[in-house]
Every structure is written in structure tokens, then in C-alpha cells.
């Protein structure tokens, strides 16, 4: 057990929609991570934050976002939902954002568009 | 070109036998992670490292830093040690570092009893 917990495990939705994943990091933890596993792309990483402030993006679309609260858990927000974005994703944490930090990894939320 | 290359994609094994699974990369990184997934999908970090050698169990990861390569060894393999092994590097980035892994696309084992 990571101690990372990710919420919904699974969602299943339609083309067009708007869903809400959720992340609580380790205990101590105030660096977060969002990852995005397809099938063809591999992972990817989305967006760090740290400490409730974004702190670096990656190939993260437009119509995703993403917050880190004062309890520091955090959300990845999905719009207007395609096809595409069925994938799993995974949420990281790591105790501060350095690069020298191992991560702990959630069991993943698995989105499918219908 | 990917940026993290690794190999070989594909591996079947018999149980007991060494397994060695590689990782090269083409950037300036602060740090390489060995991750382990298994068909469930949940990913399971193995070791970090940014120079050296670290061993946990049966499990050893080698990284050259000049060379940018790295290496992980599965001693005495055993069928639960099948699933998908990637390995990822944090770059050196502008931000001081503050950006996420850069993954290979992962080695796929399969331990046969």
C-alpha cells in the first residue's frame, strides 16, 4: 500500500461530459502528480503541484485542470470528454518537489469514454 | 526519438533464470526511476537512483551516469515477478527541477514456472 488513494477506481461516461478524479496524497506528502497511461501515448505526465501552487505542466490539454487543496488533495478536472481521453490516471506524491524524490503512485482511476 | 529508450520490449523467461531489462536515455536527468506494473494496472515504485547501485531483495539497479544507461536485475526470477517493468527519468529541467518523470514505453516479462 502506496498510502496514495485515488478516487473513483473506475468511470465510465459519455463523449461530451465533465468528470472530477481525486487524489490524497501520502501522509506528509505536499508534492503531488497526475499521470496519464493510453494505450498508444504510454504515460505521460500531466501537472505537479506542490503546497496548493502549481508547479510545472506537462502534456496536459486545455480542457483538463487540475487543484491542490489546503488538506493538499488534489483534482484532475476532464471536459468535454472524446474518445481519446479513455485511459488510466494516475496520481503520484513525494514528500517535496525536488528532483531527487522517489514518488508513491495511486492504484489509478481507469476512465472510459463511451 | 524517444527520449527514455528501453529493451527489450518483450521477455519470457523460465523461473529461476536472471533477467537483465535496460534503460537508455538521451537527456541530462537528476534522477532514474525503476517502476513496476502489474496487470491490475497499479504501479509500484521500485528504486530511485541518481548514481551507483541499489539492491532490494532479489532485485538489483545499476545506473552510469556518463554512459546514460541503467539496468535492472531480477535475481532468481519466480512467476510473481511477471509484469510490466518502466523505467522513468526526471530531467533537468529549468524549474530547478520541479517537473514530472518522462517514461519508456516498458518492458514486458513473463516468468514461466
Known amino acids: ?51 496548493g501552487e502549481e508547479r510545472a505542466k506537462g502534456n496536459i490539454l486545455e480542457r483538463f485542470s487540475a487543484q491542490q487543496f489546503p488538506d493538499l488533495h488534489s483534482e484532475l478536472n476532464l471536459s468535454s470528454l472524446e474518445l481519446g481521453d479513455s485511459a488510466l490516471y494516475f496520481c503520484a506524491s513525494s514528500v517535496g518537489q525536488g528532483p531527487v524524490q522517489p514518488q508513491h503512485f495511486g492504484d489509478g482511476t481507469r476512465l472510459s469514454i463511451l | 526519438k524517444n527520449e527514455v529508450e528501453q529493451s ?11 533477467i537483465t531489462i535496460n534503460c537508455s536515455y538521451s537527456v541530462g536527468i537528476s534522477a532514474l526511476h525503476w517502476l513496476q506494473q502489474h496487470p491490475g494496472g497499479g504501479i509500484v515504485s521500485l528504486f530511485m537512483l541518481s548514481s551507483g547501485k541499489k539492491k532490494h531483495g532479489r532485485l538489483i539497479a545499476t545506473i552510469n551516469i556518463q554512459e546514460k544507461h541503467s539496468s535492472l536485475h531480477i535475481t532468481a526470477s519466480h512467476p510473481r515477478d511477471s509484469a510490466v517493468y518502466i523505467c522513468a527519468v526526471r530531467s533537468i529541467g529549468s524549474g530547478g527541477g520541479a517537473d514530472g518523470l518522462t517514461f519508456g514505453k516498458g518492458t514486458h516479462l513473463i516468468i514461466q514456472p
Do not use: M
Not at chain 1, 497526475?34 to 505526465?45: I, K, V
Open chain 1, 1 to 51: 500500500d502506496s498510502g496514495v488513494t485515488q478516487t473513483p477506481k473506475h468511470l465510465i461516461t459519455a463523449t461530451g461530459q465533465r468528470v472530477t478524479l481525486r487524489c490524497s496524497p501520502r501522509s506528509g506528502d505536499l508534492s503531488v502528480y497526475w499521470y496519464q497511461q493510453s494505450l498508444d501515448q504510454g504515460l505521460q505526465f500531466l501537472i505537479q503541484y506542490y503546497n
Open chain 2, 8 to 18: 527489450p520490449q518483450n521477455l519470457t523467461a523460465q523461473e529461476g533464470e536472471f
